[in-house]
């Protein structure tokens, strides 16, 4: 079966830090860029972090920078998310994407070709 699954999601104070992961079945993420998306309640989608999959160069939204880190392994068929410094704007559905490249996974992502199902993230104190 061919599928995203994320997971590491969860409740976390503000200034606390979560890993999610997102790992692929039936297919190499190697092949792709992954990029990692994210819905805040009432909020319209919005790409947040993407990594390569040649070079690994790695992109991120101001909002995230300097914050959030994101890492393949592909010996485990995964992408990682390191959040650090949650807020609570943070807040929300997770999701990561397997896509062409950068520009085509962030700001096309109609035409990825796998997404996940998210994971719930939730900053509160």
């Known amino acids: 079966q061919v599928q995203l699954v994320e997971s590491g999601g969860g409740l976390v104070q503000p200034g606390g830090s979560l890993r999610l992961s997102c790992t692929a079945s039936?297919?190499?993420?190697?092949?792709?860029?992954i990029g990692w998306f994210r819905q805040a309640p009432g909020k319209e989608r919005e790409g947040i972090s993407c990594?390569?999959?040649?070079?690994?160069?790695?992109f991120y939204v101001d909002s995230v920078k300097g914050r959030f880190t994101i890492a393949r392994d592909n010996t485990k068929n995964t992408v990682y998310l390191q959040m650090s410094n949650l807020r609570p704007e943070d807040t929300g559905i997770y999701s990561c994407?397997?896509?062409?490249?950068?520009?085509?996974?962030?700001?096309?992502?109609?035409?990825?070709?796998?997404w996940g199902q998210g994971t719930q993230v939730t900053v509160s104190a």
């Open positions: 039936g297919f190499s993420l190697d092949r792709y860029a």
């Open positions: 994407t397997a896509g062409e490249d950068t520009i085509a996974t962030m700001f096309a992502p109609q035409h990825n070709a796998y």
């Open positions: 990594i390569e999959s040649g070079d690994g160069s790695t």
